[in-house]
């Protein structure tokens, strides 16, 4: 018997400190609870009927661990020499190009937790709405320059001269 196998994922147990897979290689033989050696830092729960390569310790098929999966259907084509991305079954990935690197939420939102800050050294565009303080006022950037241009102060006892005058408080609600 060979040391290394390919067959496909049908089940996938992500409960426990390490994964296992049951892993179908040919109409005759599925076998279960392959543990799945990952790297460090990267997890994925593949789908069913992704590929796997397993590694049998001399050849016993008693003895195998799931050392690579991949997933032709969902994989990124045509990158370039060097370039990297980390991807998903629906569009969702981040890629790091020879320009630059591009984030797509596939259609979703994405969300930046538990930071003391987030800065960005570089200038900001945005072709959307920007909403500052959403959880407060709910007012978008835009709604806040229209009521700054809009916004006015009576000045009251104007005196000529060389009389200093400012405004009064606002009043207006935020």
Same mark, same amino acid.
């Given at each position: 018997m060979s040391a290394l196998a390919q067959g496909l994922v049908k089940l996938v147990n992500d409960n426990?400190?390490?994964?296992?897979?049951?892993?179908?290689?040919n109409p005759l033989q599925t076998i279960d609870n392959l543990p799945r050696c990952a790297e460090y830092g990267l997890t994925s729960n593949p789908p069913e009927d992704s590929d796997a +390569? +397993?590694?049998?310790?001399?050849?016993d098929r008693s003895n195998g661990v799931v050392i690579a999966t991949g997933n032709a259907k969902y994989r990124m084509k045509q990158l370039a020499t060097g370039e990297v991305a980390i991807h998903d079954n629906i569009g969702q990935s981040i890629y790091l190009t020879a320009s630059g690197i591009v984030i797509n939420g596939g259609g979703n939102p994405i969300r930046m937790t538990n930071l003391t800050r987030l800065r960005v050294?570089?200038?900001?565009?945005? $072709?959307?709405?920007?909403?500052?303080?959403?959880? $407060?006022?709910g007012r978008s950037m835009v709604g806040d320059r229209e009521i700054f241009d809009s916004h006015h102060h009576e000045v009251k006892n104007v005196q000529g001269g060389t009389s200093t005058v400012s405004s009064e408080v606002p009043t207006q609600q935020e």
């Open positions: 426990a400190g390490i994964q296992f897979m049951q892993v179908k290689f +390569v +397993v590694a049998f310790a001399g050849g050294e570089a200038p900001i565009e945005s $072709t959307g709405d920007i909403t500052d303080n959403c959880d $407060t006022t």
